[in-house]
């Protein structure tokens, strides 16, 4: 008989290309859209965005239609499913988060209440999904969730924390869960290229009418602002949810989302390499003890025997 052996049977081992892509691109969205947002506020912002979204995957879709035709769903209430899910991911999360980050809240502290999600999917996913986590893997997302507050240490202001702030980004935090489990849940296997023109669609019908009616739709038109949105559309909205979706059908909701640690990690590497920003004593400390935690999370020991 042989030793038992450590076996890692989390989805970043089963698809590792596929969970750093989505680390990389979803850590990078934060710079990319406080660069956008000095060009245009939150909703006429992302109206821009999910409309160049949907003058994309338009012709994509004509031309996937001829080599391998979309799977639309096949009922009105698989298409009321696929819809909800969308608004909750695109329009709500979105909408919220930016919006706090409009009011005045600094990104440090967005960033810590968005880093819950993790916890709460854990808590939901448990409640509903039974989805066990191990005593080691809920000190996982508690450590990683700690690391994440170190990271972003520097960043928080609590003087901006305002209530229409905090409502804002607890929406935004409400939302990106609820969605993620959602569609894994009620659209298991629904067409991504389908659902993605769906979503964008139904998104931009919500947050047009608010960019015009709320804002006045202002843009101010530069370089930056093309750059912003050519790299949150193509490869945020695009191909890193759907990266997301992709991982949540193939391992747990709780293991999953909590690659969501690593992002703003990313993000202070991007900052170092960029602009320059020396990332303090405390944040090296939360880059070690937000990997712990990942870790811990994702790490499914299995003991096999001959």
């Not at 596929?18 to 859209?33: D, E, K, Q, R």
């Not at 969308?86 to 990104?107: D, E, I, K, P, R």
């Not at 929406?171 to 769906?198: E, H, K």
């Not at 070690?288 to 299995?302: D, F, K, N, S």
Request: glycine share 6%.
């Amino acid at each position: 008989m042989r030793g038992a052996r450590m076996h890692n049977d989390s989805p970043l081992a089963a698809s590792p290309v596929l969970a750093w892509f989505f680390v990389a691109v979803w850590g990078s969205g934060y710079i990319a859209t406080k660069a956008g947002l000095q060009y245009a506020p939150p909703f006429t912002f992302l109206t821009l965005r999910f409309a160049t979204g949907l003058a994309l995957l338009v012709p994509l879709a004509l031309y996937w239609q001829r080599r391998e035709p979309l799977r639309w769903p096949a009922s009105p209430r698989a298409w009321a499913h696929l819809l909800a899910a969308g608004v909750l991911m695109h329009a709500a999360n979105l909408g919220a988060s930016h919006y706090a980050q409009y009011l005045g809240m600094s990104a440090g502290v967005t960033a810590l209440v968005l880093a819950a999600q993790p916890l709460a999917t854990a808590i939901i996913a448990a409640a509903l999904l039974a989805e066990r986590l191990k005593p080691y893997q809920w000190l996982g997302v508690f450590v990683g969730l700690a690391g994440v507050a170190l990271v972003v240490w520097h960043r928080i202001d609590v003087r901006a924390v305002t209530l229409p702030a905090t409502a804002a980004v607890l929406i935004a935090l409400a939302a990106i869960t609820a969605g993620t489990l959602y569609q894994r849940v009620f659209c298991p296997t629904v067409d991504l290229r389908a659902a993605s023109i769906a979503q964008f669609a139904a998104t931009l019908a919500l947050l047009a009418p608010l960019a015009v009616a709320v804002e006045g739709f202002p843009v101010r038109f530069g370089w930056p602002l093309v750059a912003s949105i050519a790299f949150l559309v193509i490869c945020a909205s695009i191909l890193a949810v759907n990266a997301l979706h992709t991982l949540m059908r193939r391992g747990e909701a709780t293991r999953v989302t909590t690659l969501l640690y690593l992002t703003p990690v990313f993000a202070v590497g991007l900052e170092w390499l960029l602009f320059a920003v020396v990332p303090t004593a405390l944040t090296a400390a939360g880059i070690v003890v937000t990997a712990v935690g990942v870790a811990l999370v994702a790490w499914q020991p299995r003991a096999q025997t001959a």
